[in-house]
C-alpha cells in the first residue's frame, strides 16, 4: 500500500450523538464507511491528519485507510463542517478498488478575463464526473479570457482530464457571459434630490408669504 494519505482508523463501538460528541472531544472525527454490498462501518480517524489530507487533496480525496492494523482504500465521499467553529464533524467514506470508477463532483475554477464591458455569472460551481478513484482532479479549470457578451460555457465544453467522462447532462449551463450592468452615478443621485428638497423649500416659504 502507497504511504500517501495514509490515515488510522479505530472502530467505533458506540453510537449516536453523543457517542460522537465523545469522539470529536477525543480529536477524532466520527465517519461511516461503506460500499462494495458491505455492512457501514463507525470509524473515527484523527481529525488533525484528516484535515491536513483535505487541505492538500480537497474533498475527494482518496484514503489510505489503516482499521486496526487492516488496510482499505476508500474515498473521501461527503464532509460535514461545523458552520461556525469550522471543525469537521462528521465524514462519510466509500470503500474503493484500484482501476475501479466512480463518481464525484468536482469544484469548477473560472479563470481569465471576458471582454470590457461584461459580466461572467457562474452558474454551476462544481460538475459531477466519472472517473478511476486515484484519478479524480482536484478541480476543472475553464477559461473565460476574452470572452464576448453572450458567450456560454456548457459541461459540454469542459476540458476534462484523460480518462474523466462528464457524468451530467452536457448542456448543463457553467458559465454565462452577459453584459455589466450601468452603475448609476449616486452623487448625481444625491446632487438632484438636494435641489429637488431646496426647490420645495422655496416653494413652502412663498406660500406662507403669501398668508
Given amino acids: 500500500m502507497s504511504d500517501v494519505n495514509v490515515l488510522e482508523a479505530v472502530v467505533r463501538t458506540e453510537f449516536g450523538k453523543g457517542a460522537a460528541r465523545r469522539t470529536r472531544r477525543a480529536g477524532n472525527v466520527p465517519a461511516v464507511l461503506y460500499g462494495h454490498q458491505s455492512d457501514p462501518q463507525h470509524l473515527a480517524v484523527n481529525a488533525q491528519e484528516f484535515a491536513a489530507i483535505l487541505r492538500a487533496h480537497g474533498t475527494n480525496a482518496v484514503l489510505n485507510l489503516v482499521i486496526d492494523g487492516t488496510p482499505q482504500l476508500a474515498l473521501t465521499k461527503s464532509v460535514v463542517v461545523h458552520p461556525i467553529r469550522r471543525y469537521i464533524e462528521h465524514a462519510d467514506l466509500l470503500i474503493v478498488k484500484r482501476g475501479e470508477k466512480v463518481t464525484a463532483d468536482v469544484n469548477i475554477v473560472v479563470t481569465g478575463d471576458a471582454a470590457a464591458g461584461t459580466l461572467v455569472t457562474q452558474e454551476a460551481t462544481t460538475v459531477s464526473i466519472e472517473a478511476e478513484a486515484l484519478n ?19 459541461a459540454a465544453d469542459l ?53
Fill in 136 to 154: 479524480i482532479p482536484e478541480s476543472i479549470e475553464v477559461s473565460v479570457e476574452g470572452a464576448e457578451e453572450g458567450t456560454q460555457i456548457t
Fill in 159 to 211: 476540458s476534462l482530464p484523460k480518462g474523466v467522462e462528464l457524468a451530467v447532462d452536457p448542456e448543463t449551463l457553467i458559465v454565462n457571459v452577459i453584459t455589466a450592468p450601468v452603475v448609476e452615478d449616486p452623487e448625481a443621485d444625491t446632487t438632484e434630490t438636494s435641489e429637488a428638497a431646496e426647490g420645495d423649500d422655496a416653494a413652502e416659504a412663498d406660500a406662507e408669504s403669501a398668508e
